[in-house]
């Protein structure tokens, strides 16, 4: 699919460079081999892209949010399901250049793939127009979550949920938790818990239940690694 069929397509993709173009919408398995024709690359530099269009945002939109409040709706807005989404609006998913056994396993659907391609579109509007043209793209296609979020619509408590999809996206890693103590009588119970990701303790967390204790467990973890993300990328790397 070349980048002359994307007006043909009714999709507007604000990137003059037509190779840069057809590297954003180019998956791995389209590449037969050759890694640094696939939107990989882009993916990286949009995913830092959104996550600073994503920060700036809210820290302009809730002067009054704490940095632990605005850590958790960035995470919340920034995961791949909602990119996923915004990756549909965009029009990108009829856009993506797949092998055909991607394409018949059902990659043009899958939340992970489109993900990664509206990260690496972002990231190729950066490149070809620079900062105000990748904002512009990315908050239009993002907007009705941001006016879920606004409405408290969009829920940001569940932690587990959003370290995992965060995890996964980024080194395609499920967190584990244990519980390493337990305190207190049958009916007034504290524990304590540590979630790992392998053998790294990214986090801990305290509750009256496991539930609870897992969830503020995660709530760290997801401080914690977007803190260390470059020194995460070369651990799991």
């Given at each position: 699919?070349?980048?002359?069929?994307?007006?043909?397509?009714?999709?507007?993709?604000?990137?003059?460079?037509?190779?840069?173009?057809a590297?954003?919408?180019t998956?791995?398995?389209?590449?037969?081999?050759?890694?640094?024709a696939?939107?990989?690359?882009?993916?990286?530099?949009?995913d830092?892209?959104?996550?600073l269009?994503?920060?700036?945002?809210?820290?302009?939109?809730?002067?009054q949010?704490?940095?632990?409040?605005?850590?958790?709706?960035?995470?919340?807005?920034?995961?791949?399901?909602?990119?996923?989404?915004?990756a549909?609006?965009a029009?990108?998913?009829?856009?993506?250049?797949?092998?055909?056994?991607?394409?018949?396993?059902?990659?043009?659907?899958?939340?992970?793939?489109?993900?990664?391609?509206?990260?690496?579109?972002?990231?190729?509007?950066?490149?070809?127009?620079?900062?105000?043209?990748?904002?512009?793209?990315t908050?239009?296609?993002?907007?009705?979550e941001?006016?879920?979020l606004?409405?408290?619509?969009?829920?940001?408590?569940?932690?587990?949920?959003?370290?995992?999809?965060?995890?996964?996206?980024w080194?395609?890693?499920?967190?584990?938790?244990?519980?390493?103590?337990?305190?207190?009588?049958?009916?007034?119970?504290?524990?304590?818990?540590?979630?790992?990701?392998?053998?790294?303790?990214?986090?801990?967390?305290?509750?009256?239940?496991?539930?609870?204790?897992?969830?503020?467990?995660?709530?760290?973890?997801?401080?914690?690694?977007?803190?260390?993300?470059?020194?995460?990328?070369?651990?799991?790397g």
């Amino acid at each position: 699919m070349r980048f002359w069929r994307l007006k043909k397509a009714g999709v507007h993709l604000p990137i003059r460079n037509k190779q840069l173009a057809a590297q954003a919408l180019t998956h791995r398995s389209h590449t037969e081999g050759e890694l640094l024709a696939s939107n990989e690359r882009l993916e990286l530099l949009g995913d830092a892209v959104v996550g600073l269009i994503i920060a700036e945002y809210l820290y302009q939109r809730y002067p009054q949010w704490d940095q632990g409040q605005l850590s958790k709706a960035r995470a919340s807005i920034v995961r791949a399901s909602v990119l996923c989404e915004a990756a549909k609006r965009a029009g990108i998913a009829g856009l993506l250049r797949l092998s055909s056994a991607e394409e018949a396993s059902g990659g043009r659907e899958r939340p992970s793939i489109l993900a990664d391609a509206f990260e690496a579109v972002v990231g190729a509007i950066y490149l070809d127009s620079g900062y105000k043209a990748a904002r512009d793209y990315t908050l239009q296609h993002l907007q009705p979550e941001l006016d879920a979020l606004e409405t408290g619509a969009m829920p940001i408590q569940d932690y587990k949920s959003l370290l995992q999809e965060r995890t996964q996206a980024w080194w395609r890693i499920t967190p584990t938790y244990e519980v390493v103590e337990e305190t207190g009588t049958p009916h007034n119970k504290t524990f304590v818990v540590r979630v790992k990701l392998r053998d790294l303790i990214a986090g801990q967390g305290v509750g009256p239940s496991k539930k609870q204790a897992e969830q503020n467990a995660a709530a760290h973890a997801l401080q914690y690694t977007e803190q260390n993300r470059r020194q995460l990328d070369e651990t799991f790397g």
